[in-house]
């Protein structure tokens, strides 16, 4: 079945320095990825929509240069936490779909635990 | 417009009994509906998907769902409850086809006792 790969997997960085994750579809090609933040306790929240070759969509409230989405390729979406501060300590998720599969439903990475100090 | 509704934060149920998870869901569209589960720090995992075929979905673990469009629910139940179903339940709805924006419920902590 579809394998979403994210990495790392935990990630422990100071305030003020930029922390890149990035997830990979292993056995499929996903034009387009999506990008979650957990806060403890709560919900998954979209935080934009990947998509190869072409600028990110990102979810009012977002910043866009804050969050830096790159997806260069048909297997490979990074997000880039820049400046990061403790408000930004989180748990990000990504996910994507198989466009080949012959069902609808969404596989998701492991999550990276994001700790600002 | 789309949107979910995960009736109940927290559901405690003992070991052998039944598990309902109830998920009420809102769409302009026609719906697709999922039930996923997160263990704690992980990932989510797909239990079961409703894509406009039988309404009534039969999931991993034993889990089922039965998508009811005049009630517009999406209830997730289980006949015998097991220690490892204690997690993270969440119940999610996207519009049916291409890549569309995908809504999580608040989700549910269901939580099994012996």
């Known amino acids: 079945g579809a394998v979403v790969s994210q990495h790392p997997s935990r990630v422990i960085c100071k305030s003020g320095t930029s922390v890149k994750i990035e997830c990979r579809s292993l056995?499929?090609?996903?034009?387009?990825m999506f990008w979650y933040r957990q806060f403890p306790k709560q919900s998954l929240m979209l935080m934009a929509t990947?998509?190869?070759?072409?600028?990110?969509?990102?979810e009012q409230g977002v910043e866009k240069d804050k969050f830096l989405i790159n997806h260069a390729s048909l297997t490979l979406s990074t997000l880039t936490v820049t400046s990061a501060h403790p408000e930004d300590s989180s748990f990000y998720i990504c996910?994507?779909?198989?466009?080949?599969?012959?069902?609808?439903?969404?596989?998701f990475g492991s999550g990276t635990r994001l700790t600002v100090v | 417009a789309q949107s979910v509704t995960q009736l109940d934060s927290h559901v405690s149920v003992s070991e052998g009994t039944p598990v309902l998870l109830r998920c009420n869901y809102s769409?302009?569209?026609?719906?697709?509906l999922f039930w996923y589960v997160q263990h704690p720090n992980k990932g989510l995992q797909l239990l079961l998907k409703?894509?406009?075929?039988?309404?009534l979905v039969k999931g991993i673990n034993g889990f089922e769902a039965e998508f009811k469009k005049s009630e517009t629910s999406f209830h997730l139940t289980k006949p015998s409850a097991h220690m490892s179903d204690t997690t993270e339940y969440y119940c999610?709805?996207?519009?049916?086809?291409?890549?569309?924006?995908?809504?999580f419920g608040t989700g549910t902590k269901l939580q099994v006792i012996p």
């Open positions: 990947s998509n190869e070759g072409s600028k990110a969509t990102y």
């Open positions: 769409s302009s569209y026609s719906p697709s």
């Open positions: 996910s994507a779909r198989d466009p080949t599969a012959s069902f609808y439903g969404y596989t």
């Open positions: 056995d499929f090609q996903a034009t387009t």
């Open positions: 999610v709805v996207t519009q049916s086809g291409g890549y569309q924006k995908v809504t």
């Open positions: 409703y894509t406009s075929a039988a309404t």
